[in-house]
């Protein structure tokens, strides 16, 4: 099997163990299954001195036909020219060198070849040859583009989805502003005592022009900046109320998820506005204000959101009891497998506890981060604050 023609045959250049024949080494390298080469540096153009079958199989020449050659003629058309280049200095810098690059068989066809060529020393630490493995990659290299150009195209469906996404969103929020539109006609039109009804309706449907708003200018379609949407829907109530009653709010950076931020939202909005109608209702006016404030629990991991009058004079009645806001509060609530508890201390503050899955991001987060953290703040809310 061995071909003696081929085996280098200066016994010394290949470093054998002592006491071994280095022939042994040389019939092992030739009958192994790995395209190996040696080439000789210390003749014109570093040749190849020997070759084994598994080379020759590899690439489709015959054993006359690469002897003597420089490797360089397994290059063509394809081939790196910076890959081939860190191949020459590594060969002139006597460096061993990993590198793959696409070469051509005897008949034309391509293939991916990993090579490694390693420097090889006499017993006087002279170099006398450049050893090299070939490994036929072609099909890990092509597994590899395969497994790219699947991710672009995933990454284009995903992108092309998010701006239809985002164009429904567009489209939603246009038509809720014609209804609103439609309904500030109505009030127009309608019987005063009519027109208050109508004007809830409108506050309500603002709330979700608000989300919807939001999604797009936030350039993300998945979630919204949930203390954000609570100091628009304030500054509506405000509007509303004619800026006789005045809302903080103290909100932590905190995303709610796109499946919850509707119900939130109006939930959230009932709740204030039930407190706004409190304030004017028990002639407080200019003495109470409302307080919001939403907080991440870091003990329980779920989201508070507290909604009170605070100052003198507040009403007596909880907001909760009020006849209009709890149908839509309590259906809502339930929906969201979120919890409403009143204070038994004080009537006017409501306390709603939000399941932590309804918020996923912090708005802090880089911009498409899919970090699923709810970002915990410094302390919950100050309940007794809300007075
Ligand atoms: C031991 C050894 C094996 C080599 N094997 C290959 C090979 O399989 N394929 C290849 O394209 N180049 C191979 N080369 C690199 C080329 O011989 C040459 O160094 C490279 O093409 C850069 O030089 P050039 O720009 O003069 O062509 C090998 C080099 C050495 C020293």
């Known amino acids: 099997m061995t071909n003696q023609k081929d085996v280098p045959r200066a016994p010394g250049a290949v470093q054998a163990q002592p006491g071994l024949e280095t022939w042994p080494f040389a019939a092992i390298v030739q009958a192994s299954d790995t395209p190996t080469l040696l080439t000789d540096p210390r003749l014109p153009d570093n040749p190849i001195v020997f070759a084994n079958d598994a080379f020759l199989r590899l690439t489709g020449y015959g054993r006359d036909e690469v002897l003597g050659r420089n490797c360089r003629f397994l290059g063509g058309p394809g081939t790196d020219r910076e890959v081939r280049s860190r191949v020459r200095t590594a060969v002139e810098e006597v460096r061993p060198l990993s590198a793959r690059l696409l070469n051509y068989r005897r008949d034309g066809s391509a293939f991916w070849n990993q090579l490694h060529i390693s420097p090889i020393f006499d017993e006087v630490?002279?170099?006398?040859?450049?050893?090299?493995?070939?490994?036929?990659?072609?099909?890990?290299?092509?597994?590899?583009?395969?497994?790219?150009?699947?991710?672009?195209?995933?990454?284009?469906?995903?992108?092309?989805?998010?701006?239809?996404?985002?164009?429904?969103?567009?489209?939603?929020?246009?038509?809720?502003?014609?209804?609103?539109?439609?309904?500030?006609?109505?009030?127009?039109?309608?019987?005063?005592?009519?027109?208050?009804?109508?004007?809830?309706?409108?506050?309500?449907?603002?709330?979700?022009?608000?989300?919807?708003?939001?999604?797009?200018?936030?350039?993300?379609?998945?979630?919204?900046?949930?203390?954000?949407?609570?100091?628009?829907?304030?500054?509506?109530?405000?509007?509303?109320?004619?800026?006789?009653?005045?809302?903080?709010?103290?909100?932590?950076?905190?995303?709610?998820?796109?499946?919850?931020?509707?119900?939130?939202?109006?939930?959230?909005?009932?709740?204030?506005?039930?407190?706004?109608?409190?304030?004017?209702?028990?002639?407080?006016?200019?003495?109470?204000?409302?307080?919001?404030?939403?907080?991440h629990r870091q003990e329980t991991g779920v989201v508070e959101l507290a909604v009170g009058v605070t100052g003198a004079g507040e009403a007596s009645r909880p907001v909760g009891d009020l006849p209009g806001p709890s149908a839509i509060v309590d259906v809502l609530t339930e929906q969201i497998g979120a919890e409403l508890a009143f204070d038994p201390n004080a009537g006017t503050r409501v306390r709603l506890t939000i399941p932590a899955r309804c918020f996923t991001l912090s708005p802090s987060s880089p911009s498409g981060s899919t970090d699923p953290q709810v970002r915990p703040g410094p302390s919950g809310p100050d309940y007794s604050a809300v007075r």
Request: glycine share 6%; charged share 25%; proline share 2%.
């Open 125 to 295: 630490g002279m170099l006398a040859y450049f050893v090299a493995y070939q490994h036929d990659v072609t099909g890990q290299v092509e597994a590899e583009q395969a497994l790219r150009q699947a991710r672009r195209d995933l990454e284009e469906r995903l992108a092309e989805r998010e701006r239809l996404i985002l164009e429904v969103h567009d489209r939603v929020r246009n038509n809720l502003q014609t209804v609103i539109a439609l309904l500030n006609l109505e009030a127009g039109r309608a019987d005063p005592s009519l027109r208050q009804q109508f004007n809830l309706i409108t506050q309500r449907v603002r709330v979700l022009v608000g989300i919807h708003e939001q999604l797009k200018s936030f350039g993300q379609w998945a979630a919204i900046d949930f203390g954000r949407h609570l100091r628009e829907t304030c500054a509506g109530l405000e509007d509303l109320f004619a800026d006789t009653v005045t809302a903080t709010v103290e909100a932590e950076p905190l995303l709610c998820d796109i499946q919850a931020a509707v119900p939130l939202g109006l939930i959230a909005n009932e709740l204030i506005a039930a407190c706004f109608r409190q304030v004017t209702g028990s002639g407080a006016v200019g003495r109470c204000r409302v307080r919001v404030q939403l907080s």
